[in-house]
């Protein structure tokens, strides 16, 4: 059974950095691609970037340099950081798996607030 | 950036009707490999989206044939037959034919 699964701090200082996990089971990272997908009241749904099953990575330029995205294998766990977070960032941040975001995670609400 | 054009914002059914959705891109979505990428999705209230058709026209494992999507190059629609109450939501058209992948703005669907 394919599930996936996002962790995250939940509130988060502006400038600060954004870091979430999400825990896979059910499939192997090895296998398949990782995607990261936010929805902000701003923008609606967003495309993040991923991580191909053979490590490498794509990013959305809207991110520029502030995004990254890497995975422990071992651990099943896919991993996005976001630095010089901004009040714009809040939302809710999802990881879904391959090309066409087949299966996606319940989500993690991210509020960036002082 | 591909942007996606959705229609209408939001509509209103009756259980047992039809409905259909459109979804336009401002570049053709036929990737350099000839698929054309273009998936929808359904955000039921306080869920996760989820993958209803893939390259136009593919449904999704587990998903009913009361779905189904059409069209070609930079206009698509997505059609929902026998509509039921589960079926209500805001549903999403998305590209991953070029990046970045970009998703249109939904198209919310209540029932009568």
């Known amino acids: 059974q394919v599930q996936l699964k996002e962790t995250g701090p939940g509130l988060v200082q502006p400038t600060q950095t954004l870091s979430i996990t999400c825990t896979v089971s059910?499939?192997?990272?090895?296998?398949?691609?990782m995607q990261w997908v936010r929805q902000t009241p701003g923008k609606g749904l967003e495309w993040m970037g991923f991580?191909?099953?053979?490590?490498?990575?794509e990013y959305n330029s809207e991110f520029k340099s502030r995004l990254s995205i890497s995975r422990d294998t071992s651990k099943n766990q896919v991993f996005l950081k976001m630095n010089s977070l901004k009040t714009e960032d809040t939302g809710v941040y999802y990881c879904?798996?391959?090309?066409?975001?087949?299966?996606w995670g319940q989500g993690v609400m991210v509020t960036v607030s002082s | 950036d591909v942007v996606m054009t959705q229609t209408p914002v939001s509509l209103s059914v009756s259980l047992g009707g039809q409905v259909s959705i459109s979804c336009r891109s401002s570049?053709?979505?036929?990737?350099?490999?000839?698929?054309?990428?273009l998936s929808w999705y359904l955000q039921k209230p306080g869920q996760s989206p989820q993958l209803l058709i893939y390259k136009v026209s593919n449904r999704f494992s587990g998903i009913s044939d009361r779905f189904s999507g059409s069209g070609s190059g930079t206009d698509f629609t997505l059609k929902i037959s026998r509509v039921e109450p589960d079926d209500l939501g805001v549903y999403y058209c998305g590209q991953g034919t070029q990046y970045p992948f970009t998703f249109g703005s939904g198209t919310k669907l209540e029932i009568k």
């Open positions: 570049q053709s979505l036929v990737h350099n490999n000839g698929n054309t990428y």
């Open positions: 879904a798996r391959n090309w066409e975001l087949g299966y």
């Open positions: 991580i191909r099953s053979g490590g490498s990575t």
């Open positions: 059910g499939f192997s990272l090895t296998s398949y691609y």
